[in-house]
């Protein structure tokens, strides 16, 4: 990610204030009100579940509405309800897990759901993929209909609910930080310098990617972790210019150290700054490729 580009990331808070809906009915909501697959209290909700994992692009468009026309806003533009039908479909769907951010009634007869979904796809071969999507959900006449949603593309890897996270320490010592990793190594590990910021989107996908069990694995054994703190471009530029990494390339930026603390590899072409772009194998590829050899 970019220095400013920042501003630009997908809010996880999915605020969804395009169009102004009036209530069209006054049933209660606990009278539509149930438990979903993923755990989630919002019957419309289970029913959407079920038609996307179903490929039931019939049952999915019928829960849209209408009156006013449903608009679901994706970064490619805006969708109608047949357009986002289509675009579930096409990701074959084998299972869905939806975990909830936010679920409130903003007024009377609309209900605001905001979620991060993980998707078992079987488009074009077996994968997991992420995205996240805010929905606004009216009762009209005593049916909940799909008025508008926003969702962000779908990622290989996951996407942080919040940038809230302390991954970057502000006031740490990052060259007494780099100097005691190298002694960690113990003369056999690498060391691995993310250099970030806690306000860049990537670099929290970054971090969440290394907690994956396959990543963590080799992290572990292979590699002792620095995060640097950039701040806005602003703190350890020397420490950046050292191992060539440069911060008009964007960040997460990388190096790479051995037990020496000898350079091996740097970031030169912000390889790293697009990290919501990049795949599980991606990163392990990487890691593979510069860990220790065998002793």
Same mark, same amino acid.
């Given at each position: 990610?970019?220095?400013?580009? *920042?501003?630009?990331?997908?809010?996880?808070?999915?605020?969804?204030?395009?169009?102004?809906?009036?209530?069209?009915?006054?049933?209660?909501?606990?009278? !539509?009100?149930?438990?979903?697959?993923?755990?989630?209290?919002?019957?419309?909700?289970?029913? *959407?579940?079920?038609?996307?994992?179903?490929?039931?692009?019939?049952?999915?468009?019928?829960?849209?509405?209408?009156?006013?026309?449903?608009?679901?806003?994706?970064?490619?533009?805006?969708?109608?309800?047949?357009?986002?039908?289509?675009?579930?479909?096409?990701?074959?769907?084998?299972?869905?897990?939806?975990?909830?951010?936010?679920?409130?009634?903003?007024?009377?007869?609309?209900?605001?759901?905001?979620?991060?979904?993980?998707?078992?796809?079987?488009?074009?071969?077996?994968?997991?993929l992420y995205l996240s999507e805010g929905q606004m959900w009216q009762d009209?006449?005593?049916?909940?209909?799909?008025?508008?949603?926003?969702?962000?593309?779908?990622?290989?890897?996951?996407?942080?609910?919040?940038?809230?996270?302390?991954?970057?320490?502000?006031?740490?010592?990052?060259?007494?930080?780099?100097? !005691?990793?190298?002694?960690?190594?113990?003369?056999?590990?690498?060391?691995?310098?993310?250099?970030?910021?806690?306000?860049?989107?990537?670099?929290?996908?970054?971090?969440?990617?290394?907690?994956?069990?396959?990543?963590?694995?080799?992290?572990?054994?292979?590699?002792?972790?620095?995060h640097v703190d950039v701040g806005r471009g602003d703190k350890n530029q020397?420490?950046?210019?050292?191992?060539?990494?440069?911060?008009?390339?964007?960040?997460?930026?990388?190096?790479?150290?051995?037990?020496?603390?000898?350079?091996l590899f740097s970031q030169e072409n912000g390889e790293f700054e697009n990290?919501?772009?990049?795949?599980?194998?991606?990163?392990?590829?990487?890691?593979?490729?510069?860990?220790?050899?065998?002793?």
């Amino acid at each position: 990610m970019r220095f400013g580009s *920042w501003r630009t990331a997908f809010s996880v808070f999915l605020l969804l204030a395009a169009r102004q809906v009036v209530p069209c009915g006054t049933a209660q909501e606990t009278a !539509h009100s149930t438990k979903t697959a993923s755990g989630i209290t919002f019957t419309p909700l289970q029913q *959407w579940e079920a038609a996307v994992t179903g490929g039931d692009a019939a049952a999915l468009r019928a829960l849209y509405s209408s009156a006013p026309p449903a608009r679901v806003n994706t970064p490619a533009g805006d969708l109608n309800a047949d357009g986002d039908a289509a675009f579930w479909a096409n990701l074959k769907v084998r299972s869905l897990k939806l975990d909830l951010i936010q679920s409130d009634s903003p007024q009377s007869g609309l209900r605001q759901i905001v979620f991060q979904a993980e998707i078992h796809s079987a488009a074009p071969s077996s994968r997991t993929l992420y995205l996240s999507e805010g929905q606004m959900w009216q009762d009209q006449g005593g049916q909940w209909r799909l008025v508008t949603a926003k969702r962000t593309d779908p990622a290989r890897l996951q996407q942080p609910v919040s940038l809230d996270n302390e991954i970057y320490p502000s006031g740490a010592d990052a060259r007494a930080e780099v100097k !005691h990793a190298v002694a960690e190594t113990k003369g056999y590990k690498r060391v691995l310098v993310v250099f970030g910021a806690n306000w860049c989107y990537d670099c929290h996908v970054l971090d969440l990617a290394f907690h994956r069990s396959d990543l963590a694995a080799v992290l572990q054994k292979d590699y002792e972790l620095v995060h640097v703190d950039v701040g806005r471009g602003d703190k350890n530029q020397d420490l950046m210019q050292q191992y060539h990494v440069p911060m008009k390339r964007g960040i997460p930026a990388i190096a790479v150290l051995d037990s020496t603390g000898t350079l091996l590899f740097s970031q030169e072409n912000g390889e790293f700054e697009n990290a919501r772009s990049l795949a599980p194998e991606d990163l392990l590829q990487f890691l593979n490729k510069w860990k220790p050899r065998a002793r």
